[in-house]
């Protein structure tokens, strides 16, 4: 299983870089990766475990299951502080000064995720996810995107300065372990 184990982290990486290059709004780029593996990966499951047991939230539970039993898992964020600047409101406010502002009154947040997030930089995390998920299944290695590890992974402190993640554990084994599952 060290083989299986190795080219996962290799397609983390490939996934990594199409998340990088994935097109953002205005050529800028606000998306930050993580790949955590051993430790790291074991941190992530009992962050998401103990989140699921605090919130009463058990597919937080069953997700940490997934995490711990994968290969690796690849972290997506975007950064909260940023807003394109085109004043469109799909953020619910009327101008990006003003959900900027929203942004600092709410510190520190009280939910899992910060916010408010400027909807263009939203969709780039979404154009990020899916090209990273796409490059993983190019290699066959099976993946599934969980908000639940963003979540982890946040709790944790990881993916500074970012307000909103996703995690993506990716597995090589016989049967994908992200499917069929209970609760």
């Not at 711990?68 to 619910?92: P, R, Y």
């Not at 996810?129 to 979540?151: E, F, I, P, Q, W």
Request: aromatic share 6%; net charge negative.
């Amino acid at each position: 299983m060290v083989f299986e184990s190795d080219a996962v982290e290799v397609v983390a990486r490939l996934m990594a870089l199409s998340a990088r290059t994935a097109p953002k709004a205005r050529g800028t780029d606000v998306i930050r990766t993580m790949i955590v593996t051993g430790e790291e990966k074991a941190q992530l499951a009992e962050a998401m475990r103990e989140y699921g047991e605090t919130h009463d939230m058990g597919f937080f539970i069953r997700d940490a299951g997934n995490i711990k039993a994968s290969d690796a898992c690849l972290l997506i964020g975007s950064l909260l502080t940023d807003a394109v600047g085109l004043d469109c409101g799909g953020c619910g406010y009327a101008t990006c000064a003003e959900m900027l502002d929203a942004q600092r009154e709410l510190n520190p947040p009280a939910t899992p995720f910060r916010g408010p997030n400027c909807i263009v930089r939203m969709t780039d995390l979404g154009i990020a996810v899916g090209s990273a998920v796409k490059t993983a299944s190019l290699h066959n290695v099976d993946n599934r995107v969980m908000y639940t590890a963003g979540v982890g992974a946040l709790s944790l402190g990881w993916l500074e300065g970012c307000g909103v993640a996703y995690g993506i554990p990716l597995r090589a084994s016989g049967k994908d372990i992200f499917f069929d599952r209970t609760r």
